[in-house]
T-cell receptor, first 110, second 112 residues
């Protein structure tokens, strides 16, 4: 079983739409949670960390549900520039190991 | 600001050849790691290090060696390349208190 699972998509949405991604993780002892963004043929870059109380960064909102072991990312008012692959990342104790989901591809259309 | 620098960016090898992928960071990060990315598989951890002289295996360590003689450098060695090692390799580092990973631009390796 994979440590982190994501729907690969693609999610095809019009500009201005709200879109949500979920991912699930298998290890209940996981300590840290992140969303990364990866553009085509580029390296991943941190989008946001995910905290237990939920957190927001502009148009992006991340939620963590430890009981059900899933993480979500909500993007409001989608822009063309949001088109990318979004990677769910889960870290073990003391940030020693990070496990990546296979990513969810988002295409925002004009 | 160099960040994480990987070389080479592209490499073609024949089966059985050996090579080293170089990774250097200038952010004084304790943690460094190597991942491979294959279509549909996401990034998988090969090896990681939490400081100079300390390395450990990740999910897919077979066929790869690492060492960490300095804080800055974390080379990945392919001992005898196989076609199954055709992949994109990413080096990443982080300051452990935050966990944010900073990635190099990647090295695309093809093994024929």
């Amino acid at each position: 079983r994979k440590e982190v699972e994501q729907d690969p998509g693609p999610f095809n949405v019009p500009e201005g739409a709200t879109v949500a991604f979920n991912c699930t993780y298998s290890n209940s002892a996981s300590q840290s949670f992140f969303w990364y963004r990866q553009d085509c043929r580029k390296e991943p870059k941190l989008l946001m960390s995910v905290y237990s109380s939920g957190n927001e960064d502009g148009r992006f909102t991340a939620q963590l549900n430890r009981a059900s072991q899933y993480i979500s990312l909500l993007i409001r008012d989608s822009k063309l520039s949001d088109s990318a692959t979004y990677l769910c990342v889960v870290g073990g104790y003391n940030f020693n190991k990070f496990y990546f989901g296979s990513g969810t591809k988002l295409n925002v259309k004009p | 600001n160099a960040g994480v620098t990987q070389t080479p960016k592209f490499q073609v090898l024949k089966t059985g050849q050996s090579m080293t992928l170089q990774c250097a960071q200038d952010m004084n990060h304790e943690y460094m790691s190597w991942y491979r990315q294959d279509p549909g598989m996401g990034l998988r951890l090969i090896h990681y290090s939490v400081g100079a002289g300390i390395t450990d295996q990740g999910e897919v360590p077979n066929g790869y060696n690492v060492s960490r003689s300095t804080t800055e450098d974390f080379p990945l060695r392919l001992l005898s390349a196989a076609p199954s090692q055709t992949s994109v390799y990413f080096c990443a580092s982080s300051y452990r208190r935050t966990g944010e990973l900073f990635f190099g631009e990647g090295s695309r390796l093809t093994v024929l």
